[in-house]
């Protein structure tokens, strides 16, 4: 009945019909509904005062036009992702597909917006281009702290992805760099090694991470001094930055294990071993604090040790369709993906 009136509403509205409706019979070849459905109908737009008090042997007349159905807007999430589209890898794809899958079956709309994962990154450029329509909640993954303090300060309902912000007064969903850095040293300082090298992306360098702190932290207590230079890197900026840094550690002592963050970093870490005729794990042991899928894939497979970016999802969806709340941290741990690229390092080393 109230697909039927629905669809007389809308013809009426439209001028399907004017100042009379046809007869019921009309009415049936023309809506193909039943009869008794259609005097329901008639029912209830007469009720509303569209139409007239039928009459015997006289059509029905049409007395206005029927308001229009105020339409519930509809909610949209606005997701800063703080790389370009075309550069993101594999797991974060992954993540914001099944995010704006999950978003939408909740009859909710889904923004991406990009930004950028340099520490210095502000939120003024994303905001400009949400202009005058921005979504009504924003989450930023794995953005840098004062990208996600600026949008907070912006708009209030902003949830962070990552990043280390455990300590803002916000809704965070995020892992604990340090507790990542923190199991991949046990795993490499119990089989042996101390030549550990954790390259610094832009975003750790400037130590706001936590991973960092882990790892003075762990290497100390196990009788190690770091030498930043070799042990904490940084990686130069452009597309061979990650490659100039190796030739430069190899210039001084080979290191013997390394932590790398993503799995491009995996790939170039196995394509400079196989340049020096180094195999992995029996020269070089890795490990890798991310999940992706393709470090199953490579020969040797890398360990990975990260959460995996899927586990978001469900975190995302009940934040934003359920009524804002006191600021909620949710924690989530590592786990430990198999691969085969971690061993004892070589005799005499």
């Given at each position: 009945?109230?697909?039927?009136?629905?669809?007389?509403?809308?013809?009426?509205?439209?001028?399907?019909?004017?100042?009379?409706?046809?007869?019921?019979?009309?009415?049936?070849?023309?809506?193909?509904?039943?009869?008794?459905?259609?005097?329901?109908?008639?029912?209830?737009?007469?009720?509303?005062?569209?139409?007239?008090?039928?009459?015997?042997?006289?059509?029905?007349?049409?007395?206005?036009?029927?308001?229009?159905?105020?339409?519930?807007?509809?909610?949209?999430?606005?997701?800063?992702?703080?790389?370009?589209?075309?550069?993101?890898?594999?797991?974060?794809?992954?993540?914001?597909?099944?995010?704006?899958?999950?978003?939408?079956?909740?009859?909710?709309?889904?923004?991406?917006?990009?930004?950028?994962?340099?520490?210095?990154?502000?939120?003024?450029?994303?905001?400009?281009?949400?202009?005058?329509?921005?979504?009504?909640?924003?989450?930023?993954?794995?953005?840098?702290?004062?990208?996600?303090?600026?949008?907070?300060?912006?708009?209030?309902?902003?949830?962070?992805?990552?990043?280390?912000?455990?300590?803002?007064?916000?809704?965070?969903?995020?892992?604990?760099?340090?507790?990542?850095?923190?199991?991949?040293?046990?795993?490499?300082?119990?089989?042996?090694?101390?030549?550990?090298?954790?390259?610094?992306?832009?975003?750790?360098?400037?130590?706001?991470?936590?991973?960092?702190?882990?790892?003075?932290?762990?290497?100390?207590?196990?009788?190690?001094?770091?030498?930043?230079?070799?042990?904490?890197?940084?990686?130069?900026?452009?597309?061979?930055?990650?490659?100039?840094?190796?030739?430069?550690?190899?210039?001084?002592?080979?290191?013997?294990?390394?932590?790398?963050?993503?799995?491009?970093?995996?790939?170039?870490?196995?394509?400079?071993?196989?340049?020096?005729?180094?195999?992995?794990?029996?020269?070089?042991?890795?490990?890798?604090?991310?999940?992706?899928?393709?470090?199953?894939?490579?020969?040797?497979?890398?360990?990975?040790?990260?959460?995996?970016?899927?586990?978001?999802?469900?975190?995302?969806?009940?934040?934003?369709?359920?009524?804002p709340a006191p600021a909620r941290k949710v924690?989530?741990?590592?786990?430990?993906?198999s691969g085969d690229s971690v061993g004892p390092?070589?005799?005499?080393?």
């Amino acid at each position: 009945m109230e697909s039927a009136t629905a669809t007389l509403r809308d013809g009426i509205r439209e001028g399907r019909w004017h100042g009379f409706l046809p007869g019921i019979h009309q009415l049936r070849l023309e809506m193909d509904f039943g009869r008794a459905t259609l005097e329901r109908a008639l029912a209830v737009l007469t009720h509303e005062g569209v139409l007239a008090e039928a009459r015997h042997g006289r059509r029905r007349a049409i007395l206005r036009l029927p308001a229009r159905e105020r339409r519930p807007r509809m909610l949209r999430l606005g997701l800063v992702l703080p790389v370009h589209w075309r550069d993101a890898d594999r797991e974060d794809v992954e993540f914001v597909t099944s995010l704006q899958l999950a978003i939408e079956r909740e009859g909710c709309g889904f923004t991406i917006y990009p930004g950028h994962r340099a520490v210095n990154s502000g939120f003024e450029p994303v905001r400009k281009m949400a202009g005058r329509e921005p979504p009504d909640a924003w989450a930023i993954y794995q953005g840098g702290r004062r990208l996600i303090e600026e949008c907070r300060l912006a708009h209030p309902r902003t949830l962070a992805l990552g990043g280390a912000v455990a300590d803002l007064d916000m809704d965070v969903v995020a892992w604990d760099g340090g507790v990542l850095v923190k199991r991949s040293l046990e795993i490499l300082l119990k089989a042996g090694h101390r030549r550990i090298v954790l390259p610094l992306v832009k975003t750790w360098k400037d130590g706001e991470h936590r991973g960092v702190a882990a790892f003075y932290r762990e290497m100390r207590e196990a009788g190690i001094a770091v030498q930043p230079s070799f042990h904490l890197p940084v990686v130069p900026g452009g597309a061979s930055g990650f490659r100039e840094m190796l030739e430069r550690l190899w210039r001084w002592t080979p290191p013997t294990a390394f932590i790398v963050q993503t799995a491009s970093q995996a790939v170039e870490m196995l394509c400079f071993a196989g340049s020096r005729g180094l195999s992995v794990p029996e020269d070089l042991s890795v490990i890798a604090l991310c999940s992706n899928p393709l470090l199953r894939e490579l020969r040797p497979s890398i360990l990975g040790l990260a959460v995996e970016s899927s586990k978001l999802v469900p975190h995302v969806v009940n934040w934003f369709v359920q009524p804002p709340a006191p600021a909620r941290k949710v924690l989530l741990y590592p786990s430990l993906g198999s691969g085969d690229s971690v061993g004892p390092p070589p005799r005499g080393n």
